[in-house]
């Protein structure tokens, strides 16, 4: 049985370096939780042999942070995630370390340098994009009628399960924009802009819900994170 590190066989150096890695989540991960995709990249770090930093206290934990939990069902194109190493290493070779022992569903794009002392990506967060294939016989302009009443909408009264207890809460702020094209060889194609920072954030899934389409065939991926020094 694996146990978690100790403070004994971690490394108590403190960090040399933060790394910024845009990664993509595909099909054979999406289901599952973000806690799971969290341990499937220590694993992954451990694989690689990276000098990965440690947290202190009683029960160490590698240095990283994902910068967004994806719901479970959706894929990721361009997800982020900050790591602390305790030497400093080039991010090409970095990169080149991780692709062989990356776990199937997962895609490294790209490794750059941000500085240590730089927020955290989780505060900096304040949007995300959608984009749901939504396989429905249905007239596109009854989808249409239907996007438009909920951008009209004062409020979109919805609950959702938060640390194990039901909550009602308001979708309508949380959701920026949404749009919805003809999708290639039949259905539509529904594009969202939510709110997604730690004020609160729109699922997309709730808002296929709204436009009644949740029990439609359809895939989701989130297309863009967006960070306040997007502006």
């Given at each position: 049985?694996?146990?978690?590190?100790?403070?004994?066989?971690t490394?108590?150096?403190?960090?040399?370096?933060?790394?910024?890695?845009?990664?993509?989540?595909?099909?054979?991960?999406?289901?599952?939780?973000?806690?799971d995709?969290?341990?499937t990249?220590?694993?992954?770090?451990?694989?690689?042999?990276?000098?990965?930093?440690?947290?202190?206290?009683?029960?160490?934990?590698?240095?990283?942070?994902?910068?967004?939990?994806?719901?479970?069902?959706?894929?990721?194109?361009?997800?982020?995630m900050?790591?602390?190493?305790?030497?400093?290493?080039l991010p090409d070779?970095?990169?080149?370390?991780?692709?062989?022992?990356?776990?199937?569903?997962?895609?490294?794009?790209?490794?750059?340098?941000?500085?240590?002392?730089?927020?955290?990506?989780?505060?900096?967060?304040?949007?995300?994009?959608?984009?749901?294939?939504?396989?429905?016989?249905?007239p596109?302009e009854?989808?249409?009628?239907?996007?438009?009443a909920?951008?009209?909408?004062a409020?979109?009264p919805r609950?959702?399960?938060?640390?194990?207890?039901?909550?009602?809460y308001?979708?309508?702020?949380?959701?920026?924009?949404?749009?919805?094209?003809?999708?290639?060889?039949?259905?539509?194609?529904i594009?969202?802009?939510?709110?997604?920072?730690?004020?609160?954030?729109?699922?997309?899934d709730?808002?296929?819900?709204?436009l009644?389409?949740?029990?439609?065939?359809?895939?989701?991926?989130?297309?863009?994170?967006?960070?306040?020094?997007?502006?």
């Amino acid at each position: 049985m694996n146990h978690p590190p100790s403070s004994q066989d971690t490394d108590a150096r403190p960090p040399q370096q933060r790394l910024r890695i845009t990664f993509a989540k595909g099909e054979t991960l999406k289901y599952i939780s973000h806690l799971d995709l969290a341990r499937t990249w220590e694993r992954v770090f451990r694989r690689a042999g990276l000098p990965v930093a440690y947290s202190r206290g009683f029960n160490p934990r590698p240095r990283f942070q994902i910068a967004a939990a994806l719901p479970v069902g959706v894929t990721g194109r361009v997800e982020l995630m900050d790591v602390w190493l305790t030497e400093s290493l080039l991010p090409d070779d970095v990169r080149a370390g991780l692709q062989p022992v990356l776990s199937a569903g997962l895609e490294v794009l790209e490794v750059e340098t941000v500085d240590l002392r730089a927020p955290s990506l989780q505060s900096r967060m304040r949007a995300a994009d959608y984009r749901a294939a939504v396989h429905s016989q249905e007239p596109i302009e009854a989808i249409r009628t239907r996007v438009q009443a909920l951008l009209e909408a004062a409020i979109l009264p919805r609950q959702r399960q938060h640390k194990g207890k039901l909550q009602n809460y308001d979708l309508r702020p949380l959701v920026q924009s949404v749009d919805v094209e003809a999708g290639h060889g039949g259905g539509c194609t529904i594009t969202m802009h939510l709110q997604a920072s730690p004020q609160g954030a729109g699922r997309p899934d709730q808002v296929l819900e709204v436009l009644g389409l949740s029990m439609v065939p359809h895939t989701i991926e989130r297309t863009k994170l967006h960070l306040d020094f997007d502006k």
